[in-house]
């Protein structure tokens, strides 16, 4: 069973730069779709970025597009989230997952997976 840990998080002021990292352990996340999904407070969870197992295919949120980069390091058995030009609402708990398959997919319903998430707090 695979586990999957966050990091790279933390406190950054508008216009800022963080890369989170999803770390996979126990077993290889290599051939499934991997996500970033985010939660403010108060708000629902939603979908940040998504990554195909062969990272042919990538898909990111209107919200998020030409700012944040989602890729992958098959040998680390890792997967990136390269967030530019941050935004005050852009802070939330960033969690990553593992998809069901190798497809990507917007939706959290595909997701058998979740790490416990790291806070990224963008100040104005």
């Known amino acids: 069973q695979v586990h999957l840990t966050e990091s790279g998080g933390g406190l950054v002021q508008a216009g800022g730069s963080l890369r989170l990292i999803c770390t996979g352990s126990?077993?290889?996340?290599?051939?499934?779709?991997m996500g970033w999904f985010r939660q403010a407070p108060g708000s629902e969870r939603e979908f940040v970025a998504t990554?195909?197992?062969?990272?042919?295919?990538?898909a990111y949120a209107d919200s998020v597009k030409g700012r944040f980069l989602i890729f992958r390091n098959y040998g680390a058995n890792t997967m990136y989230l390269q967030m530019n030009n941050l935004q005050p609402e852009d802070t939330a708990v960033y969690s990553c997952?593992?998809?069901?398959?190798?497809?990507?997919?917007?939706?959290?319903?595909?997701?058998?997976?979740w790490g416990q998430g790291t806070q990224v707090t963008v100040s104005a």
């Open positions: 990554i195909g197992g062969s990272a042919s295919a990538t």
């Open positions: 126990g077993r290889t996340i290599s051939n499934y779709a």
């Open positions: 997952a593992k998809a069901i398959g190798s497809a990507i997919s917007t939706t959290d319903n595909a997701y058998d997976t």
